[in-house]
């Protein structure tokens, strides 16, 4: 099969031929139809993300089971499906026997620890696999809902109960993430790079009821502020951005460095977190829930290319 493998940290990929994976006892060999490149891809090329090369990278994965390990029974042959960020888990360590199988030690991820979907075909857990819903035909549209989605779907869960959302980066998560929060009733403002006045006007057209620089101010505090751009300036001002007890939620795998900041912006009971990987849970509760809004995918077509030539 043709492969696109990382060899050296931060140069390209490069176009190798490599013999077909086989599924083995509970694997799924996919033959790979598209696959949505991740911010947290470039962090690994970059070295920002600690990865074993080779690898092939790649975890927004829509492909066609053609198959099953000996054991596998999960799938039928011909069946579409998605593969995400997580690949596998332990299955009995503290976290994943809490319904936090998402920061299990052992966990395998996939486009890091097994090889990705930069490539014709791939093998996947059948149980790390999901059944794709309606109202996705497409599979280039598909593939983003696979973690630009579901871990965007985490970070914004973990703002329940925020009225007034804030979104700071408005690319491949935010773009989904405000059509679920606009359809649940929540006011968003959207902080982009200053100066993007483009986007902050597709975010308006999208729905946001605001939309300006991450140095300015909004016209109202908000109850939570998502952060998506992996900047950590971003942290301290959107600390300022958002009300007592309020919540700022990095979304990101990898940040710059958090500059220092008054005390005065974090009191007042205001919480920074973290989100990490997604659980299988969330990723069934967001497939459930795209097709009701429904959440549309922008994309912009450059992979599949590269694999044709
Ligand atoms: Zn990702
Ligand atoms: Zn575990």
Not at 99 to 117: M, Q, V, Y
Not at 198 to 217: F, H, L, P
């Amino acid at each position: 099969m043709k492969a696109m493998v990382l060899k050296a940290l931060k140069a390209p990929l490069e176009l190798e031929e490599r013999p077909i994976p086989v599924a083995t006892h509970d694997e799924i060999l996919l033959k790979v139809k598209a696959c949505a490149v991740c911010r947290t891809d470039l962090h690994i090329i970059d070295g920002e993300v600690p990865a074993t090369l080779p690898l092939i990278p790649g975890h927004q994965i829509i492909g066609e089971v053609i198959e099953l390990g000996s054991s596998s029974n999960r799938f039928q042959l011909g069946d579409r499906v998605g593969l995400p960020w997580l690949g596998h888990t332990c299955g009995k360590c503290a976290f994943c026997r809490s319904g936090a199988e998402n920061l299990c030690d052992k966990a395998i991820f996939t486009g890091l620890d097994r090889s990705g979907g930069f490539a014709e075909y791939c093998t996947a857990k059948e149980d790390f696999s999901f059944p794709l819903p309606d109202g996705y035909p497409d599979d280039a549209q598909a593939a983003p809902l696979l973690c630009a989605g579901m871990i965007g779907y985490r970070a914004y869960r973990m703002a329940e109960g925020a009225e007034r959302l804030g979104l700071y980066g408005f690319g491949a998560s935010a773009h989904l993430l405000i059509q679920l929060a606009c359809y649940e009733g929540k006011e968003c403002f959207v902080f982009t790079r200053p100066g993007d006045e483009k986007t902050q006007k597709v975010a308006r057209e999208m729905g946001a009821i605001w939309a300006g620089d991450s140095t300015t101010t909004a016209p109202e505090l908000l109850d939570a502020a998502l952060i998506f751009a992996p900047v950590g300036p971003l942290i301290p001002e959107a600390l300022k951005a958002v009300r007592k007890g309020g919540s700022v939620i990095s979304a990101g795998i990898h940040m710059s460095d958090i500059p220092s900041f008054p005390y005065k912006h974090l009191f007042g009971e205001r919480i920074i977190r973290s989100v990490a990987n997604l659980t299988r849970r969330d990723g069934e509760e967001f497939l459930a829930l795209a097709p009701k809004v429904p959440i549309a995918v922008q994309v912009k077509y450059g992979g599949p290319r590269i694999l044709d030539n």
